[in-house]
């Protein structure tokens, strides 16, 4: 365990389906992230979260919907994906900054959409 | 804009053998922070080092060891006499202090015992 806990590892999802990503720090980080790591593709960052408020959206599209209810959870929201939404999701945390050792990140949930 | 080059998408190597993993950067930022990860099968992203741009020295840890130079914009990154468990793919990252940290594209090292 990294300190940084995703649920579920393993999701698979019809279209039409809709269902919510964790991942839970309590290493008492203040900022958390959201990254998409696709085969043969380098890890794109989605969303960033610092002190609770989101200070980016990389041009996901609105069907991914991240929720941050205090600095030690982390959700995204999925409804109606496309199959090129299959992807390993990985969060991550970090202070302010990336200081210190930087970001510490999750196992990853495997989606699988169907 | 920062970007991460990684050109080797794969080696393989035979057990005990040196491998070297190449990581070329490019950032308009003075201050920035290279990172290299490590993914095992298992998926997590485990992290191996942290390097601030006003810090050239190279360091060692254990069989680990990174070069930074400046110069040539290159943080490389050499496992040596590499073990099975070293197998995984190396990510190289770029943090320029704007909660952006870009990856390369990933080396794939696959050590054969």
């Known amino acids: 365990e990294t300190g940084v806990t995703q649920t579920p590892r393993h999701l698979v999802m019809g279209m039409t389906n809709k269902k919510s990503l964790k991942c839970e720090q309590h290493?008492?980080?203040?900022?958390m992230y959201w990254y998409k790591q696709s085969a043969k593709k380098p890890l794109e960052l989605m969303f960033v979260?610092?002190?609770?408020?989101?200070?980016e959206n990389n041009s996901v599209p609105s069907r991914f919907s991240p929720e941050c209810p205090n600095s030690s959870h982390l959700f995204l929201h999925l409804h109606t994906l496309q199959p090129e939404d299959s992807a390993l999701y990985l969060c991550?945390?970090?202070?302010?900054?990336?200081?210190?050792?930087?970001?510490?990140f999750g196992s990853g949930t495997r989606l699988t959409v169907v | 804009a920062q970007k991460v080059t990684q050109a080797q998408t794969e080696i393989s190597v035979v057990e005990k053998e040196d491998v070297t993993l190449d990581c070329v950067y490019e950032?308009?930022?003075?201050?920035?922070?290279l990172f290299w990860y490590k993914q095992p099968p298992s998926g997590e992203l485990v992290f191996l080092i942290r390097r601030n741009s006003f810090d050239e020295q190279n360091e060692i840890s254990g069989r680990y060891s990174w070069n930074f130079q400046k110069s040539t914009s290159s943080f490389n990154f050499t496992i040596t006499a590499s073990q099975v468990v070293d197998s995984a793919v190396y990510f190289c990252?770029?943090?320029?202090?704007?909660?952006?940290?870009?990856f390369g594209a990933g080396t794939t090292v696959t050590v054969r015992a």
């Open positions: 979260y610092s002190l609770e408020e989101r200070v």
């Open positions: 950032t308009r930022d003075t201050t920035y922070y």
């Open positions: 990252a770029l943090d320029s202090n704007d909660y952006k940290l870009s």
């Open positions: 991550a945390s970090s202070l302010l900054g990336g200081a210190g050792d930087g970001y510490t």
């Open positions: 290493l008492g980080h203040n900022a």
